[in-house]
């Protein structure tokens, strides 16, 4: 017999506002907790010197994290000039330091080139893998192994202020998928001649999920308190904090299928749907359209070479 999860069957996404100094997976554990859920996962972990948006994703939410790991990201960070360090963060040892002599053309200069798709060399303080390991497990060894430059867009990268006299650059960044910022300011601080590392990280934001949805874990705390002072479920003052699954692929065109075709879906078949494209991931949903205000989100599909929609992560409720 199958051992009975421990939760309850919440589903659906929380935007945490991820604490300094916490590691991601501490913070996935603490809203697992106060949400009393069977399942949770993030969408991209954060630096524990890191604040920001975290996704946190529960229950049959987890089926679709991936697709928040591929979207784009926004951050707000702090450039320390002059000191550059092993983890090119505050976190790491101090590598090199040198006086800092630069001027705003000269940073206008340095910053333009960042801008569109470049060649990134990742991090060895990265959590991408090497031969099954990721890589800071090697780096803390003292072991650096080859990376592969790859492609990276700065949609964005707007100077907030060049604070000359503590030698800070604070910028706002809006990158795709696997960008390291670090690796970003480390570069920066060698363009510059000077050096430069990470003294303040915060995301701002995955995708298009709004900033002012954020919640912190105090705020999460403060409500599981006052349920139980006020007698009552907690689930009543913390679910309606959540978003629904289909949130994070809001950008897939939606394809619309009755309940048998739903039911061929569950169990791996694939079928026609109305108003599917010609190619591509979709999602899927039980109805009729768009304009359908009962239609419900039964997951993810795909366009095989039949033009048929096959299922790639349906939710099972």
Not at 23 to 32: D, F, M, P, R, T
Request: aromatic share 6%; with cysteine.
């Amino acid at each position: 017999m199958a051992k009975r999860r421990k939760g309850r069957p919440i589903n659906g996404v929380l935007l945490l506002d991820k604490p300094y100094e916490m590691s991601s997976n501490h913070a996935l554990q603490a809203v697992k907790r106060i949400y009393f859920a069977q399942k949770a996962g993030h969408t991209g972990a954060l630096d524990p010197l890191a604040t920001g948006m975290l996704p946190v994703c529960l229950g049959e939410g987890t089926k679709f994290s991936q697709f928040l790991l591929d979207t784009d990201k926004t951050y707000q960070v702090v450039a320390k000039l002059g000191i550059r360090t092993t983890t090119s963060d505050a976190d790491g040892e101090e590598v090199s330091e040198k006086p800092v002599a630069v001027s705003d053309e000269q940073l206008d200069e340095a910053l333009a080139s960042f801008r569109g798709t470049t060649k990134q060399v990742p991090s060895m303080y990265s959590a991408l893998k090497y031969k099954g390991q990721p890589l800071y497990k090697y780096a803390r060894e003292g072991i650096e192994v080859p990376r592969e430059a790859r492609n990276i867009t700065v949609f964005n990268l707007e100077l907030l202020e060049f604070d000359k006299e503590h030698d800070e650059v604070e910028l706002e960044i809006h990158v795709s998928k696997g960008t390291y910022i670090r690796t970003i300011v480390d570069d920066l601080g060698e363009l510059l001649g000077c050096g430069a590392h990470v003294a303040d990280l915060r995301r701002l934001a995955v995708g298009e999920y709004p900033i002012e949805k954020m919640v912190t874990l105090k705020q999460l705390e403060d409500l599981l308190e006052k349920a139980q002072s006020e007698e009552i479920s907690p689930s009543e003052l913390l679910d309606p904090l959540l978003l629904p699954m289909q949130s994070a692929v809001k950008g897939m065109p939606a394809v619309y299928v009755d309940d048998m075709s739903a039911n061929f879906l569950r169990h791996g078949n694939p079928v026609q749907g109305h108003k599917a494209p010609s190619e591509g991931s979709v999602q899927v949903y039980i109805g009729e359209d768009e304009n359908d205000e009962t239609a419900e989100f039964i997951g993810v599909g795909f366009i095989n070479d039949d033009g048929l929609v096959a299922p790639k992560r349906i939710v099972v409720i």
